[in-house]
């Protein structure tokens, strides 16, 4: 039991790990042009760089296509009635 409820805590905190990189990614591109980062980053950042980008580039590719088709599709509304607003009297 331990095991699943590890498992649903990990991927609980995956959309705020994703949100966090991200932000931290934006940072770093916002305060490094890429010029300057080939220039200043030691020999073994840009190898690392070089060797894993390709298959994080992947994932984040594959995700942001996955999402681009879902939001391309007309919105269609809910079949909820408790997610219905309903106006007050007065």
Do not use: C, I, Y
Not at 7 to 23: G, I
Not at 65 to 73: D, F, N, P, T, V
Request: net charge negative; charged share 25%.
């Amino acid at each position: 039991m331990r095991s699943l409820l590890s498992k649903v805590t990990h991927m609980d905190a995956n959309p705020d790990r994703l949100l966090e990189l991200l932000q931290e990614f934006e940072d770093l591109a916002r305060s490094v042009s890429p010029e300057k980062a080939h220039g200043e980053f030691d020999e073994t950042t840009l190898q690392v760089f070089w060797m894993r980008w390709p298959q994080v580039s992947s994932w984040a590719g594959s995700l942001w296509g996955l999402l681009s088709e879902e939001l391309a599709l007309p919105a269609t509304p809910h079949d909820d009635p408790e997610l219905d607003e309903v106006g007050e009297s007065g």
